[in-house]
């Protein structure tokens, strides 16, 4: 029996260092595997809201990093989940690094302080912690040229920096809106309506119903409106709540006229609105959204000094590329920038994935969305060029 013991347990001491070995060579490999691919990696820290909160983030710098390479500080939307922003800062930051461009991601404050609600974090948050963030990296001696990337509302967040910062060497947008934020969510819902539209009739062969789309757009509009207009919250609960009321009552008389010629049960339409709605508008209620609904970049893009790139996917599925580049543009053009870039890219969505068909043009809303972001894996099939197109643009920023 002791026998039997003592081999059990010479055998899980032979484990446990076999366990160890391998971590300490996986240890080994990493640092390998950075010295190979030409980078080191840090930690870094910055505070942010005078001091009462520090954020934690990863520096990679490339070998033979100079003070005259650029250094750019990656900026992700509120209600990212952390520096890597489900792979897409990650992958990111590894094409920058090979291209000789310093790169600082950070994770947000939320994740700093998990007492802290996602949605009580607005692109304004974002904005300053980006601002510190840049602060305590051009302290750092080993950094010259520093500018701001984001993406989606982290775009916002890093053109609000540039607004009122003249130091700010450039930014880079990928996928941020260039309408107000009440045209662009009017504009979601309705491309919402019309992929739900498209997906039910590709199912079922059911024609849409123009009368209860309508019905769904103009209460969207109304919601949307007065979020933009009124900065009261309790009017606008209120309001809410009596538009919601007064919608759900115009469906249910539309059912029962006879001329109604509904093609859902009240069931059905309800099911359906969930889908384009996602929540009750009393939900939309929070710092988050109702900044992005307040939203108007004329109040920052024509104050932006430094070189601007745009990016915009042409099977962006959240920020339309036409509508959004065109704005941004526009707004450009009438404070008479010249330093500014737009590239559009064939075939690429809003996650700057490839996409090879239409399919993510048809289906639903809810089914494409922000992948979630898994701990030890990372969805790698990002568009590789696009981050090279995007490094060979700030490497040739003077």
């Known amino acids: 029996m002791n026998n039997s013991i003592s081999k059990y347990f010479l055998i899980a001491i032979a484990i446990l260092f076999s366990i160890t070995l391998l971590s300490f060579k996986s240890a080994l ?7 190979k691919k030409g980078f080191y990696e840090e930690s870094f820290f910055f505070p942010i809201n005078g001091g009462k909160q520090t954020l934690t983030g990863t520096l990679a710098i490339p070998e033979g990093f100079n003070a005259d390479d650029k250094a750019v500080i990656l900026v992700a939307p509120p209600g990212a989940s952390s520096r890597d922003y489900s792979g ?13 461009i310093a790169v600082l991601r950070y994770d947000p404050r939320h994740v700093a302080d998990t007492t802290l609600a996602i949605q009580s974090v607005t692109m304004f948050d974002q904005a300053d912690d980006a601002e ?4 305590a990296l051009k302290k750092d001696k080993r950094f010259g040229p520093i500018g701001l990337l984001g993406h989606s509302e982290g ?11 003249k130091n700010i060497h450039f930014i880079a947008l990928l996928s941020s809106p260039g309408i107000s934020g009440l045209d662009f969510q009017l504009q979601n819902t309705l491309n919402n309506i019309n992929k739900t539209d498209r997906f039910i009739k590709l199912v079922d062969g059911t024609e849409p119903d123009t009368v209860q789309n309508n019905l769904l757009y103009f209460h969207r509009k109304r919601t949307y409106s007065a979020i933009a207009n009124i900065s009261n919250i309790d009017s606008l609960y209120s309001l809410l709540k009596t538009e919601n009321k007064n919608y759900r ?15 859902m049960s009240i069931k ?19 710092p988050r959204i109702i900044v992005l609904i307040q939203y108007q970049p004329e109040l920052y893009y024509p104050k932006i000094s430094c070189p601007v790139l745009a990016v915009f ?8 590329w036409e509508e959004n580049s065109e704005g941004m543009e526009s707004l450009f053009k009438k404070s008479q920038k010249e330093n500014y870039e737009i590239l559009l890219l064939d075939s690429i969505n809003h996650e700057y994935r490839k996409v090879t068909d239409s399919l993510s043009m048809i289906m639903p809303p809810g089914i494409i969305q922000h992948r979630k972001e898994s701990i030890g894996q990372q969805n790698n099939d990002f568009y590789i060029p696009a ?12």
């Not at 490999?29 to 010295?35: A, M, P, V």
């Not at 800062?89 to 000789?100: A, T, W």
């Not at 510190?132 to 602060?135: D, Q, V």
């Not at 053109?159 to 009122?164: G, K, L, N, P």
Request: charged share 25%; no cysteine.
């Open 29 to 35: 490999l990493d640092i390998g595997d950075q010295q």
């Open 88 to 100: 897409l800062y990650s992958n990111l930051s590894k094409e920058l690094v090979r291209n000789g």
């Open 132 to 135: 510190s963030a840049y602060n």
């Open 155 to 165: 775009g916002s967040s890093a053109a609000i920096v540039a607004s009122r910062n």
């Open 249 to 263: 009552e115009n469906v249910r008389k539309y059912h029962n006229t006879s001329s109604g010629k509904a093609s």
């Open 268 to 286: 059905e339409r309800n099911e359906f609105d969930s889908v384009i709605l996602l929540n009750d508008s009393l939900t939309l209620l929070n």
């Open 313 to 320: 996917g042409k099977m962006d599925e959240i920020v339309f």
């Open 387 to 398: 981050f090279s197109a995007i490094a060979e643009w700030i490497n040739e920023m003077k």
